[in-house]
């Protein structure tokens, strides 16, 4: 008989919030302390764009390679299963892509 697994069904949640200054709202900010999730958004008038750039940059990256296969660009599937099925095929095929050393 197999043992009860206590995290199964567990929602996943975020440690940290990497936001750029769009996001420096005070209500955001409660909203996200409330649920225990690490912020670190830049701050209006004192944080410059470049701290936060590395973190980003690595979204953004990962959007592009994505961007590159054409039925994700634009979202023909009206399906949400279909869709996610075509993400995930594409992520597997840029991870291979990355493996052998290809550029996506």
């Not at 009860?4 to 409660?30: I, M």
């Amino acid at each position: 008989m197999a043992k009860h697994d206590p995290h199964r069904g567990r929602p996943w949640k975020p440690g940290k919030l990497h936001a750029d200054k769009a996001y420096d709202q005070p209500p955001l900010r409660r909203w996200l302390r409330g649920r225990r999730i690490g912020i670190r958004i830049a701050r209006k008038g004192i944080d410059t764009s470049q701290r936060l750039g590395r973190h980003r940059w690595v979204i953004e990256r990962t959007m592009s390679w994505l961007t590159g296969y054409r039925r994700l660009t634009i979202r023909y599937e009206r399906r949400s299963d279909l869709f996610l099925a075509f993400t995930t095929l594409a992520a597997a095929l840029i991870c291979f892509k990355r493996h052998r050393g290809h550029t996506t």
